[in-house]
Nanobody, 125 residues
């Protein structure tokens, strides 16, 4: 059983930046982030493979969000730039053994066995 702990959420103004971190209690393979805004379904944000050779992005965050990982420390980070009010959500760190080359697999919640508790990100002036 792998436990995931997120940190780094908070309040930021539109156009600002925020960095989320996630620490895993053990080795993980694919890691990523989902988010859920009030009244909306949970949605995929971004994911990265073990070797960091592949990353997958939701269209809504391309060019603004980047993901990186440190396998020696079992951590993953989400750098969010040019934040918009619509980025406001609870962000969940996820991890799983995803064996696929398809975006639809990486963006599917069912592909991830491990979930963090979530961290709130609020973008507002």
């Amino acid at each position: 059983q792998v436990q995931l702990v997120e940190s780094g959420g908070g309040l930021v103004q539109p156009g600002g930046s925020l960095r989320l971190s996630c620490a895993a209690s053990g080795r993980t393979f694919v890691m990523g982030w989902f988010r859920q805004a009030p009244g909306k379904e949970r949605e995929f944000v971004i994911a990265i493979t073990w070797s960091a050779s592949r990353t997958y992005y939701a269209e809504s965050v391309k060019g603004r969000f980047t993901i990186s990982r440190d396998n020696a420390k079992n951590t993953v980070a989400l750098q969010m730039n040019s934040l918009k009010p619509e980025d406001t959500a609870v962000y969940y760190c996820v991890a799983g053994d995803v064996s696929s080359n398809y975006y639809r697999t990486f963006s599917n919640q069912l592909s991830y066995a491990y979930w963090g508790q979530g961290t709130q990100v609020t973008v507002s002036s």
